[in-house]
């Protein structure tokens, strides 16, 4: 981690640690707890997908279905069989793993967005499972009697104790991403962004490492979907469709992609512009993202966390790569 | 066809009928070449040649239409780039393919890929024998720089250096990988003559330091000053092999690059 980050870093968790503290004494946004925790499950989703998109330059337009993979496991196997959920939670997590495998190993062997495509049509099929196993998934009417959480004996009920949990678990897997980037893993996946053919000519496998981070991406949603089975302890298959794909996508763009402070500037943010200050557009709210996504892209493609940023981009390369004289 | 194998060691690199058709048109019509361990080699030829493709085919960036390419006496043709590289063979560029947003360090750092093993998981936790390896890197990566003179520079944009420099930076990233066969494809191109002596000077060192060097290069001064071996492709086919002084008096070659007179 450079110093910045360090620093940024116990700035965040102070930020965190007071934050509940200054809003439950504002009757007007105390609610703002409970928008956290869905923002920290959000931004759960988001960091893998930020190493996704900003670093391993790839698309994945099927997290809401690891994230609903993640969260069905949880809700049939403590419900229906009454597992314990912490023991769901990495079952979850290992099948959303596999599943990734997959539909990684095809899509990622293959050179541009096959990886979009291949998640996109995977994304549909998750969803329509979810929709049509009512045995299981209760289908479009829902899952419900899904126990909450609880450790060591202690049961997880109010808003406070949930957004601690969440925010704890954002905390570790910031820091674990972090790690993970500046290594030698990391490295090898920024080089790949930057110029793919150079790092293979290097000895850097580029689609054993697009296929870890896709899998490492599907992980994390998956976990965030875990803990998001287990907080409204209700689950509805529409919660898990296309539309919130793209809007965990949009999410990482409009923090910034390459950057993993963006990706959860961004999750927090649209969390609270979809639940709380844009109620008004009602039906409106897809051309609201539309609308923030064309602006984002316009004038700030590196999202809004460029703009607390000072270091100057690297200029463009005096060479051009356009002909390749043999 | 005539077999060029003129000195008495072991050939690192045996090109034996290597053919790359791109559709319709043979960039490569059959070279039968053998590069003997710890010589630098040149490889030159008119424009459209055919030596970057060679490059390409050696390095697994292309896969050779038909024939075979032998390394250390392993066949290694159709192999996929970070599998050759793992064998011993880098390579730089024509066009300055750096990582320009990463510092000069970390460039290099890169290099060190294929010979350390840290995964997922123990960059991750941080594990204490990845941070061992992460220190290692380092070290070894900054010799890389001092050996080509870039120490000063370590820790800028490698985007934001100079071409001369970052020319010899894409060296250094190439020498951290440990090759046996180290593959340069045009490393003078767009120095000036203080900067290609240099250049010449280091290539010179990389050989005497164990590393077979093979280079495709324009600046025939330099070819002629450093090469032990030079081969002559023209228009996809082997047109000449020799030493310097064979390869100045060939007719065949003079005709070759002056057109015929």
């Keep these: ?326 | 066809m005539i077999r060029s194998d003129k000195n008495s060691a072991a050939p690192i690199l045996e090109l034996r009928d290597v053919r790359m058709n791109f559709g319709g048109v043979a960039a490569l019509k059959g070279i039968l070449h053998d590069v003997p361990e710890g010589i630098i080699q040149a490889v030159i030829g008119p424009n459209g040649a055919g030596k970057t493709t060679l490059f390409h085919c050696v390095s697994g960036l292309l896969r050779p239409t038909s024939g075979s390419i032998l390394f250390q006496g392993k066949e290694i043709s159709g192999f996929v780039p970070h599998r050759v590289a793992q064998l011993g063979i880098s390579r730089t560029f024509q066009h300055v393919a750096l990582f320009k947003s990463m510092s000069v360090l970390e460039n290099v750092m890169l290099g060190r890929h294929p010979r350390t093993r840290s995964g997922f998981w123990a960059t991750g936790f941080r594990l204490p024998g990845m941070r061992r390896e992460e220190r290692r890197i380092k070290e070894s990566a900054g010799s890389c720089l001092d050996f080509v003179g870039l120490d000063d520079v370590s820790h800028l944009q490698a985007g934001t250096l100079p071409l001369g420099k970052q020319k010899m930076l894409e060296i250094a990233r190439a020498l951290a990988t440990e090759p046996q066969l180290l593959l340069l494809d045009e490393p003078a191109g767009g120095l000036n003559m203080r900067e290609t002596e240099v250049l010449g000077e280091l290539i010179q060192r990389i050989c005497k330091d164990g590393t077979t060097v093979v280079l495709v290069e324009h600046d025939m001064n330099l070819v002629m000053d450093i090469s032990d071996q030079i081969l002559v492709l023209h228009y996809g086919e082997y047109l000449a092999a020799g030493s310097p002084r064979e390869i100045k008096d060939n007719p065949a070659v003079i005709e070759a690059y002056l057109g015929e007179s």
């Excluded at chain 1, 899952?143 to 704890?168: F, R, T």
Aim: aromatic residues 14%.
């Design chain 1, 1 to 326: 981690m450079k110093k910045a980050d360090r620093l940024i870093f116990i700035a965040l968790i102070c930020f965190i640690a007071i934050f509940p503290w200054v809003v439950q004494n504002i009757s007007a946004i105390s609610h703002y707890v409970e928008l956290m925790v869905f923002a920290g499950i959000f931004g759960l989703v988001c960091l893998g997908l930020s190493l996704l998109m900003g670093y391993a330059g790839q698309i994945s337009l099927a997290q809401a279905a690891f994230f609903g993979i993640g969260a069905y496991s949880s809700g049939i196997l403590t419900a229906h069989f009454g597992w314990n959920p912490w023991l769901a939670m990495p079952v979850g997590a290992l099948l959303a793993a596999a599943v990734a495998w997959m539909v990684g190993i095809p899509a990622l062997r293959l050179k541009g967005h096959y990886l979009a495509m291949a998640t996109l049509g995977f994304g549909v099929i998750v969803h329509i499972v979810f929709n049509e196993e009512v045995d299981w998934t209760g289908g479009p009417s829902g899952m419900v009697d899904i126990p909450g959480l609880s450790i060591a004996g202690w049961k997880i009920s109010s808003e406070l104790q949930w957004y601690y949990l969440v925010w704890g678990a954002v905390l570790l897997v910031l820091l674990f991403s972090f790690h993970i980037l500046h290594s030698r893993v990391g490295r090898a996946l920024r080089a790949i962004h930057e110029e793919e053919v150079a790092a293979e000519a290097m000895g850097v496998p580029t689609s054993r490492y697009k296929v870890q981070i896709f899998i490492f991406g599907a992980v994390t949603a998956a976990v965030a979907g875990s803990f998001y089975t287990h907080y409204v302890t209700f689950l509805s298959p529409s919660s898990f469709n296309l539309m919130w794909s793209i809007r965990f996508v949009l999410m990482v763009m409009v923090g910034g992609m390459q950057s993993l402070w963006g990706a959860l500037l961004g999750a927090v943010l649209l969390t609270f512009v979809g639940n709380e200050w844009l109620q008004v557009f009602a039906d409106f709210e897809v051309v609201v993202y539309g609308g923030i996504l064309l602006i984002v892209a316009l004038f700030l493609p590196q999202g809004l966390i460029s703009l607390f940023r000072r270091e100057p981009a690297a200029p463009p390369n005096p060479i051009s790569h356009a002909s390749d004289e043999g």
